[in-house]
């Protein structure tokens, strides 16, 4: 079982950063994938990006490569966001996801946090 809480979410301005964090409870995550996924209003939620907490491996959406990054903290098992160059179309939900198989259907979900980018 894997409890997840993140944090981070606000009202910011097109081109800013905000940073995201997801809080994990589990006796370990070495074999856990974890990963971002975003829903904006009226739309279905999408793959964000993605980390392998045991290699560190990552992969990104199109939408936000080379604009976010993904890490993780093993010492405060913790996964982060940077989100950097923010635009009005990454206003959205986002959720923070753990599986130990892959992200493409993770079983663990957080409840999510708010991310709204004012043009």
């Known amino acids: 079982q894997v409890q997840l809480v993140e944090s981070g979410g606000g009202l910011v301005q097109a081109g800013d950063s905000l940073r995201l964090s997801c809080a994990a409870s589990?006796?370990?995550?070495?074999?856990?994938?974890m990963g971002w996924f975003r829903q904006a209003p009226g739309k279905t939620r999408e793959f964000v990006s993605a980390i392998s907490w045991s290699t560190g491996g990552t992969s990104y959406a199109d939408s936000v490569k080379g604009r976010f990054t993904i890490s993780r903290d093993n010492a405060k098992n913790t996964l982060y966001l940077q989100m950097n160059s923010l635009k009005p179309e990454d206003t959205a939900v986002y959720y923070c996801?753990?599986?130990?198989?892959?992200?493409?259907?993770?079983?663990?979900w957080g409840k999510g946090t708010l991310v709204t980018v004012s043009s």
């Open positions: 996801a753990a599986d130990p198989s892959s992200v493409a259907a993770p079983r663990y």
């Open positions: 589990a006796r370990t995550l070495s074999r856990y994938y």
